[in-house]
């Protein structure tokens, strides 16, 4: 096989608290991940006559160098002792930047996925995930491609299965910094931990992101989104966001709220999945 074009899913953190922080600086965190029936798409092209990776469309003001895809493949590539063809790869990017919605880090994974398939390199999902980790927290969650309680930075992952809900998601107009919100004094780090089985028992509205409030002040697009969203059931900030979701039963449910959401925010309709579109694709290819 010489091309391949898989999916690259959104996540959604359905809550996300911070229990501690680690003397490194990075926070200790749970979270539940939920995958989405919406994402990226990535087309790979082996060329034996050209060696090395290309991506035949790059991001404005991201550097190769600083792209996750790109990043991923090479990360592949330094395994082999072989020679390997070049790939030359494409992205049709859906997922809005910096939005919340892990689109780096699974564009990463699904590189990392294609290309051991294509490059024939036979390393199983373990190994695969570790190399994910060295590239983003949120890597290995879509490396193994299954609905989780992460714990750690995010890379301690437990399979669940949360109900598969449909989701509105909006995408307010501003750019979320996520080390500036991690490093706000007002950031609350002392959410008491909690087991597995409670985060799918009792009352929902206990469970949050604790990002939240601090976003909310910090950036009043997304205050003004999660106010209206509000209106109409639980609405919440995923990751450090700017993304935020409301959840329906139905799709018609869901769909009646995105067509009367306010003018000028962009976002989408998606159904919740605990396998990833990703894993799904790669299965029927076995």
Known sequence: ????????????????????????????????????????????TLTPD???????????????????VVRAALALAELSKAPLPGVTIHLHKRLPMGGGLGGGSSNAATTLLAMN??????????????????LGADVPVFVRGHAAFGEGVGEKLTPVN?????????????EINTGKIFSEQGLTRDTPK??????????????????????????PEVNQSLEWLSQFGPARLTG???????????????????????????GFVAKGVNISPLHQKLTELK
């Open 117 to 134: 398939h294509l490059w024939q390199l036979h390393l199983n999902e373990d190994q695969l995930a570790e190399i994910g980790l060295g």
């Open 194 to 219: 909690i087991k597995i089985r409670p985060a799918f028992e009792g009352d929902a509205s206990r469970y949050r992101n604790d990002c939240e409030d601090v976003v909310r002040k910090l950036y």
């Open 162 to 174: 949360p109900p598969e809900d449909w989701f509105v998601v909006l995408k307010p107009e501003c």
């Open 1 to 44: 096989m010489a091309e391949l074009t898989l999916p690259s899913p959104a996540k959604l953190n359905l809550f996300l608290h911070i229990v501690g922080r680690r003397p490194d600086g990075y926070h200790e965190l749970q979270t539940l991940f939920q995958f989405l029936d919406y994402g990226d798409e990535l087309s790979f």
């Open 50 to 68: 050209e060696p090395g990776v290309r991506l035949a469309d790059p991001i404005p003001g991201v550097p190769d160098s600083d792209n996750l």
């Open 240 to 266: 450090t966001g700017a993304c935020i979701f409301g959840r329906f039963p139905t799709e018609s449910a869901a769909r009646i709220i995105w067509e009367s959401k306010p003018s000028g925010i962009t």
